[in-house]
């Protein structure tokens, strides 16, 4: 059996899945830090979940390569470009 290892890159894999959790996780630290009628439990899984989005994001910056990305725009054509008209 070969085990394929996905990038973050890869499309269709865990990058989407990362990113719904981000969503996820985003909105409901938004939930727990807009109002002031929060328990103080509240207040400490909000800490929790922030300190949690933080290592999610280095963790998904980390693993992003944009040399692709790179590439393809810089070799696009400029619009002062010579050889463009």
């Not at 059996?1 to 996905?6: A, E, F, G, R, V």
């Not at 990038?7 to 899945?17: F, I």
Request: hydrophobic content about 35%; some cysteine.
């Amino acid at each position: 059996m070969t085990i394929k290892l996905c990038g973050m890159n890869d499309v269709g894999t865990r990058a989407e899945h990362l990113h719904e959790l981000f969503d996820i996780w985003s909105f409901a630290l938004g939930y727990l830090t807009t109002s002031s009628w929060h328990s103080p439990h509240e207040h400490a899984q909000a800490e929790e979940l922030e300190i949690a989005l933080e290592l999610l994001e280095h963790h998904m910056q980390s693993e992003f390569d944009i040399t692709p990305y790179a590439k393809t725009i810089n070799e696009l054509k400029k619009p002062n470009d010579e050889t463009s008209t």
